[in-house]
């Protein structure tokens, strides 16, 4: 079984980044191991991070001494993260539950290194966007076609 590294930035979601943090442990509930990195990029030094997880080992919280951008805190996630299969989640996003354990038993290959998920919009119970999983041999004729949204 593989292990994930999910990487999500905050920028003063308060609203919103339980449900992506509660999420993310709840998707990887029957992988061997995981790790969790919240970047907290909010501007506002006196502000604590709103949801106290530090009784779950597998999160490390890092706040950012000064607002570097959502970029420059994924970038530094990449440099902290300790396994070889690395996703981000926005602070307004979630997962579904088991969705690692499901991508990597039924997905994951050895000879290929990089997968591209979309993402599914429901709303009213109705699927607007449907998934699709992209396959690294695949990347260059998606990267030089006009599906890349810009």
Not at 71 to 97: E, M
Not at 105 to 129: A, D, E, G, R, W
Request: aromatic share 12%; proline share 2%; with cysteine.
């Amino acid at each position: 079984m593989q292990s994930i590294s999910i990487i999500i930035t905050y920028n003063g979601e308060d609203d919103l980044i339980k449900v992506a943090v509660d999420s993310a442990i709840n998707s990887c509930s029957n992988l061997n191991d995981y790790e969790i990195i919240l970047i907290d990029d909010f501007d506002d030094k006196y502000k604590k991070f709103p949801i106290d997880y530090s009784y779950v080992e597998n999160i490390k919280y890092i706040k950012n001494k000064n607002k570097i951008g959502v970029s420059a805190s994924r970038n530094l996630g990449l440099s902290l993260a300790k396994f070889d299969w690395i996703t981000f989640l926005d602070a307004d996003d979630k997962f579904d539950n088991n969705f690692f354990f499901d991508s990597l038993t039924k997905f994951i290959s050895p000879s290929i290194h990089l997968y591209i998920l979309n993402y599914c919009v429901i709303q009213n119970n109705k699927i607007l966007i449907s998934p699709r999983l992209f396959h690294t041999n695949d990347i260059t004729k998606i990267l030089a076609t006009d599906k890349v949204l810009r």
